[in-house]
Each structure stands twice: as structure tokens, then as C-alpha cells.
């Protein structure tokens, strides 16, 4: 049996029980015979040896009556929309919907979309007490909020708590459907890339100060547990770890972040500032907070390049724009501060970095050029296959004549490589290493 038929089943199961459930709640708030006096008297099915993902979901958190109706309830409106069709009667005495239902209509879909007024509902009809214990089942601190199994979304501010709309967050939607377990689609509603490579540390030059700095990120995340609970450090020590990359261009910052993450076995993401930032109020925090929403439980390492374009310096506050613009870096740091993961910023100057943030930083690592033997042992790792350089090609000379950083020795080789292949060589010329080299020097405005 494969997993998403598995899968079926057990919701199918799950989901009579639901409509059971409905059906009671109904009865008992219509005033209407019943044999059932109350909801909780259903009981859920056995999951115990089930192997389907919803089961192992419900083990994995020894989930009870309220919160599985929960999950169910926001999975409906994806798998099986009709069965909350009776949502959508009306009252008749005031010729509309009732509001005890709670809901919310979508754009396109034509059917109930359920709110946490709808779970409560469910759950405790108008009984006051039991309608307060429910509503903790929507706290941020709660574990369906916690893991990011549904999202609590508030249309407007001021509006009633339990007038959110109750979604299933996407992650856990094709959990308990396909069994696939997706990374978030980079586009606008999630900026933020996943970035790997097939680089090793052998491939990367750094001075031995800054790989002692290095050093000091890979422990933490091999032993901050070590130092945060059995230590007993974790009553004056946040969890996270905050770390500034500076120095120029092409001088490894990216792949550093990226094989801090390797080594660990952690996803990287590259935040997007450009689909970050917007120049409507509101707006920036919003698209922050979905991404740290969505990482503050999966241990990502959250890489911000050219962070001064968000962690610039603050300014004064001479009209409405300063001060919104003051409120974005203020909330920021907040989120930054409170990440229980890696946050690491690359600029290309430290100085344009607010000092705010600078002061929280538990490391500033300084990526500077490379030197005459570095850029040798760059240009060297480069050509793991010595047959492809023709016998005029001196690495050493290129090394200690042009002052290059990695990235751009890297531009310089793929322009030779082009060059070679493009005159039906099998050998790569010094000739076309110089010029890749003397068109990097002019890209960054600088001559032989």
C-alpha cells in the first residue's frame, strides 16, 4: 500500500468521525433528540498501529479529542469542502448566517472556510467554560501554532481573537495527503531561497582567524544544548546566535553561511530583501514575519545578504517616513533577537550595519581579500585537472600580479573556459585568463 493511500484511508476514517461530531454538536444546539448527550462521548478512531502520517502526527504529539478536530477541521476546506456545507444555513430569523459558525468567504472558493469561532463551535457550543479552554488551543505557545500545523491569520486588527481564519499551513497539508514533506516555495509569499552547494571547506581560503571564528558557529550548533540545559547557562542565555559577515565582494561570505549549514545538516535560506522591503507601511514587517514564522521551529540558518539594504543605520526622525522606516529595523531586531537559530548578516561594509544590531552580534567576522598565497591556492582549486592549462599558463604569476577576490578568480576562469571552447581548444590559454581577469578589474572600476 503506498503512503498517500494509507493516508486515504485514515482520514476517511477520521473524517466520518468528524461529521459525527458536527452532527451531535448540531443536535445538541438545535435542541434536537438525539441519543448522544454529548460530543465527547464519539471517540476518535485508534490510531495505534496505524501507519498512515496523520497517525504518526497524532502520536508523535498524543493529540486529544480538541485538537484533532482541529486538524480535521482545517484540512476539510483542501480534501473535503462539501461536508462543511452545513456551515452555510441560514438563520432565519434575522435572514443571515449565524454568526456562533464563525467563517470566512474566500475569493474563488465557493464553500465554508472555517475560523477558530468555527472550532470553537464544535467544541463547546455557547458553554462559556468550555469555550475559554478552547481558545487556548490558538495560542502561539500551543504546539498546533508552535510546529506549524495551522496558521491563525487575523484579517483585521481590533476584530474578535476568534474571528481568525483557521488554515493548514502547506507543509502539513501535503504531510498528511501525498507524505511528502516539501520545503517552502520560494515566491511572494515565502522570500527566502534554500541555497546548497558541492563545495567542501577544502574548497574555501580563509585566514585562520576567521575559520577560528568559523569554528566558534559550527560548536554552537553542535552543543548549544550542552551549554544551554545541562550546563544551566539557559536562564541568561538566548538560544539563538547572531553573527555579522563583512568585507568585499567575492570573498566568501555566502559560501560559508552555506557550509555552516552542510556541516550541521541544517537548511539555509537566503532572504530576498528585494521581495522583503516595500514601501508600504506594515508591509516589510509582514513579509518578516512569515518568514521567521515559518523558521522558528525548523532550526533554519537565515542568511541576509546585503543586509544594510534592512539593518541600515537608523535615522532621525524628521517626518512619517523616518519614523516608519525606524519602526521596520526597530521590529527586526526584535525578531532577530528572539530567533532561537542562526541569523547571519553579509554586508560589504560593517559600518553601514546599525549599531543596534552590531551590539547583539555574538560574532563579527571580517572576510578580507585574499592574499598573494591565497588567491594561489584559489586559482590552484580551481584546476583540480591540470590537462585543461596549456604549458604557458603561470598560476603563480596570476596570483601575485592581480589582486582578485575568490569569487571574481572564479568569473575569470568560466570567461577563459568560454573562450576556449568557443575557438575548439581542449587547453585554456593564459591569454584567456588575463582578459577574464582585466574584465573583472574593470567591473569593479579598477585598471592594470
Known sequence: MTQSNANAITLDKEISWFKQVLATRFDDYFHRATAIEAIREIAPPDVTNDQSEYARLVQEYQMGFDERIVIILALLPQIQPHVLDTFL????????????????????????????ETAAFILAGDNLVERFAVMRLFQPDHYLSKQQMIKIEHGTSGEPFLSAMLILTPEYLNRLTTGRWDKPDYGIHFPAKLITTSL?????????????????????????????????????????????????????????????????????YRIDLSMVVSKYIGETEKNLANVFDQAVNKNWILFFDEADALFGKRTQTSNSNDRHANQEISYLLQRVEDYPGVVILATNLKTNIDEAF???????????????????????????????????????????????????????????AIQAVRMKRDQILLDDLVKGVIKELLKEGRTL
Open 89 to 116: 444555513m441560514n438563520n432565519q430569523q434575522i435572514a443571515r448566517g449565524f454568526t456562533e459558525f464563525g467563517g470566512w468567504k474566500g475569493k474563488d472558493h465557493s464553500g465554508f472556510l472555517p475560523t477558530c
Open 200 to 268: 567542501t571547506w577544502d574548497d574555501l581560503v580563509l585566514n585562520p582567524e576567521v575559520m577560528d571564528e568559523i569554528e566558534n558557529i559550527n560548536t554552537w550548533l553542535k552543543h548549544s544544548q550542552t551549554i544551554l540545559q545541562q550546563w544551566n547557562l539557559g536562564r541568561n542565555i538566548k538560544p539563538g546566535y547572531r553573527a555579522l559577515f563583512y568585507g568585499p565582494p567575492g570573498t566568501g561570505k555566502t559560501l560559508t553561511a552555506t557550509l555552516i549549514g552542510s556541516t550541521a545538516g541544517i537548511d539555509v
Open 358 to 416: 552590531a551590539r547583539r552580534f555574538q560574532t563579527s567576522v571580517h572576510f578580507a581579500m585574499p592574499d598573494a598565497d591565497q588567491r594561489l591556492r584559489l586559482w590552484q582549486g580551481m584546476f583540480v585537472n591540470n590537462s585543461l592549462l596549456s604549458v604557458g599558463v603561470n598560476l603563480v604569476m596570476l596570483a601575485e600580479t592581480y589582486e582578485l577576490s575568490g569569487g571574481a578568480i572564479t568569473n575569470a576562469v568560466r570567461y577563459a
